[in-house]
């Protein structure tokens, strides 16, 4: 079983609706929680973090956390064709330099 | 503010042979690390580096080496190039955490692309 496991997608949206993309992880002791952007042929940038269960909101970004379920999810809201890019979900366990990345969920939105 | 820099940008290289993937950080932060990424595996972390001078191995070690004799540089070298190495390789870096929680941003170089033919 992976440590992260990821829809690779791709997921296709149209322009202004929303995009969820969902993760879940294995280690239960993972402790916060991020999504990174990449676009192709670039490097990952941190869009997101979240550390307790619920909801976090940050402009059109929404992060979900059920720690119980062992499952985050990213929403975005209003979705842009600039949205489109491959989303990486990378749960923290205690140890900080356990970071494990999902593969990623690749987002096309189409105008 | 150069942030986290890589090079070379792009490579290629032959089977047996050495090569080294530079990576240079401006921010003093601590830690350091490796990644590779290939397509359907993700980023898969080679090596890390909490300060100078203590490394520790990461998921995919085997056929890589690297030295961290200063805060600011963590060289990643090949030692006998394989063709499953052709890979996209990111150098990473982060502060100390100031608590359990927080300051756990990673922040990624630009990459580098390595062709093993």
């Known amino acids: 079983q992976k440590e992260v496991e990821q829809n690779s997608g791709p997921l296709s949206v149209p322009e202004g609706a929303i995009a969820s993309l969902n993760c879940t992880y294995s280690?239960?002791?993972?402790?916060?929680f991020f999504w990174y952007r990449q676009y192709s042929g670039k490097s990952p940038e941190l869009i997101m973090s979240?550390?307790?269960?619920g909801d976090k909101e940050d402009g059109r970004f929404t992060a979900q956390l059920n720690k119980a379920s062992q499952y985050v999810s990213l929403l975005i809201r209003d979705s842009q064709p600039s949205d489109s890019a491959t989303y990486l979900c990378?749960?923290?366990?205690?140890?900080?330099?356990?970071?494990?990345f999902g593969s990623g969920t690749k987002l096309n939105v189409k105008p | 503010d150069a942030g986290i820099t890589q090079s070379p940008r792009y490579k290629i290289t032959e089977t047996g042979r050495q090569v080294t993937l530079m990576c240079h950080q401006t921010w003093s932060h601590s830690y350091m690390f490796w990644y590779r990424q290939d397509l359907g595996h993700g980023l898969r972390l080679i090596y890390y580096?909490?300060?100078?001078?203590?490394?520790d191995k990461g998921e995919v070690p085997d056929g890589y080496v690297v030295s961290r004799s200063k805060t600011e540089n963590f060289p990643l070298t090949l030692e006998s190039a394989t063709r499953s190495q052709t890979s996209v390789y990111f150098c990473?870096?982060?502060?100390?955490?100031?608590?359990?929680?927080?300051?756990?941003?990673?922040?990624f170089g630009e990459g580098s692309w390595l062709t093993v033919v």
């Open positions: 990473a870096s982060r502060g100390v955490p100031k608590d359990n929680l927080s300051g756990n941003t990673i922040y």
């Open positions: 990378a749960p923290r366990g205690y140890n900080f330099n356990k970071f494990y």
């Open positions: 280690d239960r002791g993972s402790q916060s």
């Open positions: 979240i550390y307790s269960n």
């Open positions: 580096s909490a300060a100078a001078d203590i490394t």
